[in-house]
T-cell receptor, first 115, second 114 residues
Framework: SAVISQKPSRDICQRGTSLTIQCQVD?????MFWYRQQPGQSLTLIAT?????????ESGFVIDKFPISRPNLTFSTLTVSNMSPEDSSIYLC????????????FGEGSWLTVV | AQSVTQPDIHITVSEGASLELRCNYS??????LFWYVQSPGQGLQLLLK??????LVQGIKGFEAEFKRSQSSFNLRKPSVHWSDAAEYFCAVARTDSWGKLQFGAGTQVVVTP
């Protein structure tokens, strides 16, 4: 199985600031995925991060608001820019893994509250 | 486009009773299906998955799920729930453009009473 570590686990942020979330995986993976879970809601895919190329964003999410880096095969960052209270969410990183590469693992999530 | 429906937003079950959570999907081909659990303040934990083969899938924590193509369903079951099963449960289907991208249902909140 893949072990995913996210930092920070929780944070309280001021409106208008930016925060970068880190995702570290214990093995090399081709694709990493970032999801958002707004309070009381389900998970929504933000973007896919491939090493060596720009991230691909889902409808409704833009690079200016959620810039992503993928410097190597075990690490990615998601920045939430110019935060507003509506950005208060859990942000989760996920990867494909498993012995057959057919399992999707999630990190513990980064719980952001914007005040 | 794929979609996942979890008809029950909230279920209350007594400890020791059986539990069944419903999941219906909309998908053109054979879907890759997952059930995840999210305990309060925790991330997502994979309970089980279905890719192909035996339609009755065994997972962790005593859970199982049955894939029924004719009903487009992938319901999760547990014969006897424990208080620690109180959590949010999410059904998900892999998207056609990349199986690593998941489309999630709205989730079912399970409350376990003594």
């Amino acid at each position: 199985s893949a072990v995913i570590s996210q930092k920070p686990s929780r944070d309280i942020c001021q409106r208008g600031t930016s925060l970068t979330i880190q995702c570290q995986v214990d093995s090399q993976v081709t694709m990493m995925f970032w999801y958002r879970q707004q309070p009381g809601q389900s998970l929504t895919l933000i973007a896919t991060a491939n090493q060596g190329s720009e991230a691909t964003y889902e409808s409704g999410f833009v690079i200016d608001k959620f810039p992503i880096s993928r410097p190597n095969l075990t690490f990615s960052t998601l920045t939430v820019s110019n935060m507003s209270p509506e950005d208060s969410s859990i942000y989760l990183c996920s990867v494909e893994g498993g012995t057959s590469g057919n399992t999707i693992y999630f990190g513990e999530g980064s719980w952001l509250t914007v005040v | 486009a794929q979609s996942v429906t979890q008809p029950d937003i909230h279920i209350t079950v007594s400890e020791g009773a059986s539990l069944e959570l419903r999941c219906n999907y909309s998908y053109g081909a054979t879907p890759y299906l997952f059930w995840y659990v999210q305990s309060p303040g925790q991330g997502l934990q994979l309970l089980l998955k279905y890719f192909s083969g035996d339609t009755l899938v065994q997972g962790i924590k005593g859970f199982e799920a049955e894939f029924k193509r004719s009903q487009s369903s992938f319901n999760l079951r547990k014969p006897s729930v424990h208080w620690s099963d109180a959590a949010e449960y999410f059904c998900a289907v892999a998207r056609t453009d990349s199986w690593g991208k998941l489309q999630f249902g709205a989730g079912t909140q399970v409350v376990v009473t003594p």
